[in-house]
Each structure stands twice: as C-alpha cells, then as structure tokens.
C-alpha cells in the first residue's frame, strides 16, 4: 500500500513538472513571436520615417515648378503630418498612410503635366528614392504581417489558447492596404 501511495505521488510529481515545463515553452514561444511582431513594427516605422524624410524635399522641389497647385502638395504635407502623428496602432497607422499615398500619388500625376518638373534630376532623383522607400515598406508590412499571423496563429491554438488568456497576450492588428491600395498601379514614361 505504501509503495502504491508513492508511486502515485512520483507520477503526481512528474506531471506537475512535465505540465510546468510545458507551460513554460509555451509561454515563451507566445512571448518570442509577439516580440518578433514588434520588431516586424519596428521595422515598418523606420522606413515610414525615411518615407516622412523625403516628402519635404519633393515638395520643395515641386514648388518652384506648379506654383498652381498648391493644394495638392499642402494636402500632401497635411496627409503626411496625419501620417507621422500616430504612433503603435497599426489600423490608424495603415489608414493614415493610406491617404498619404493617395496624395503622393497625385502629386506624381500632376507633375506628368510639368515636363520641366519630369526632367528636373532632382525630382526624378526623389521619385526614385520615394519609390524605393515604398518597395521596402510594402516588404516591411509583409514581414509584419507574417508576424502577426504567426502569432495570431499560436495564441489562438490548444493548448496555448489557455496560456495566452492566463497571461493576457494581446492581439496584433494586420497592416493592411486600401482598396486604391489593391489596385494595380499604372507606370508611364
């Protein structure tokens, strides 16, 4: 009887440590990914920040060439503010940079009207960096993205379900684009 006793208290032992090991690992498999969907953010805030950099020199730069269209290049400079103003909410931060390249892109369809503006080596040599500075954006979001699913997926699977809700991970918004966004974009030259 007594050997039955211990026995039961060794395997009570073993699965209380097996079960503290286990939610251990998952603990922190949750903890690594939401740390990779914050280095995914990180990522997409720097080159959102270069993006915010270059924006003053187009618009000088357009200035002086469509003095005309001001309200474009202020609605620009508005979007941009809008854009820069929001800070770790990715839905507010996907819609304000949404807008801003809407603005941009009438910006750059405006300047189709301004051969002198097309050929200024200036301006083509910002279009160029602007439109490198979206390239790495779009793969920036995509690697968020793919983050925030990953996480999304572990925290809402058994077991680790119950882990994250006993710790209260939060959830990721994806960073999405707008349905101009979707839309294949036309390139002339």
Known sequence: MAEMILLAVIIAVIAVI???IMVIGVFNSLVALKNAVKNAWAQIDTQLKRRYDLIPNLIECVKGYMEHEKSTYEMVVKA?????AITNDPKAQSQAENALSGTLKSLFALSENYPELKANQNFMSLQEELASTENKIAYARTAYNDAVMMYSN???QF???IIAAMFNFQSYDYFEAD???KEAIKVSF
Do not use: T
Not at 80 to 84: F, G
């Open 18 to 20: 097996a079960l503290f």
């Open 80 to 84: 941009r503010n809008a854009a820069m």
């Open 154 to 156: 572990k925290k809402e």
């Open 159 to 161: 077991p680790s379900n």
């Open 179 to 181: 349905a101009q966004e």
